[in-house]
């Protein structure tokens, strides 16, 4: 568990059913914003553990450089993930195919700002109820979106797992984030996740359980 100034954050991370744990999470705290960024390496590709973890490490070092609330520095982050995942596919023949999902989000005390690429999802609580999330760049969210599935099937959908942006494919759209920064209130959270966490759990679960959560750790 890793506090700094009024942030209580945890990250949590398992295998689960399979044999590799191909997703990646880390946070970068600097003197007035922290980084949080989580990232799922595709199971399909060979060296989605590498892809998701190299993913993470440079969208790090890209706030490390400029640690502004800001979204544009947000995309700069996405960015240089997506340039360390092409540049590692060129050095190593057999990783030309890795692929990562990627979420972003940087905040201080007052503000907060995010960006995705992928089904990797971001939820923003507040008064203990989920205000906000991203949008899966997938053709189960296109699906939700085009009314012709439920929002509570896309988790069980035979497409959910097809991707229509990801790091890794060379001349892939940018990312995804807020045309500007949210101010915070005091009771705010946030809760990024993977589709091994969102695929069984749905919003009202997500509510229950924060509301009967005293810190992040429960």
Not at 103 to 128: C, K, S
Not at 155 to 184: F, I, M, N, Q
Request: with cysteine; net charge negative.
């Amino acid at each position: 568990m890793s506090e700094r100034g009024s942030f209580d954050a945890v990250s949590v991370t398992r295998a689960g059913g399979r044999e590799v744990n191909e997703d990646y999470v880390d946070v970068l705290h600097a003197a007035d914003a922290s980084c949080w960024v989580i990232a799922d390496g595709l199971g399909g590709h060979r060296g989605g553990a590498i892809a998701s973890k190299l993913v993470v490490e440079s969208a790090l070092r890209s706030f490390q450089e400029q640690p502004q609330v800001a979204a544009e520095q947000v995309e700069r982050h996405c960015e240089q993930a997506q340039e360390a995942l092409l540049a590692a596919q060129r050095s190593d023949a057999s990783l030309a195919q890795m692929r990562s999902t990627i979420v972003v989000l940087v905040a201080n005390d007052r503000e907060a700002v995010w960006g995705h690429v992928g089904d990797t999802r971001l939820y923003h609580l507040r008064g203990g109820r989920v205000v906000s999330r991203t949008r899966d760049h997938s053709v189960s969210q296109a699906l939700v979106d085009g009314g012709q599935i439920d929002q509570r099937q896309q988790g069980v959908h035979e497409d959910r797992s097809w991707l229509l942006r990801s790091l890794g494919k060379d001349g892939e759209p940018a990312c995804s984030t807020l045309a500007g920064s949210v101010a915070l209130c005091r009771d705010d959270a946030f809760l990024l996740c993977t589709d091994g966490f969102w695929e069984v759990f749905d919003e009202t679960a997500v509510e229950i359980d924060y509301a009967g959560s005293e810190d992040a750790a429960a």
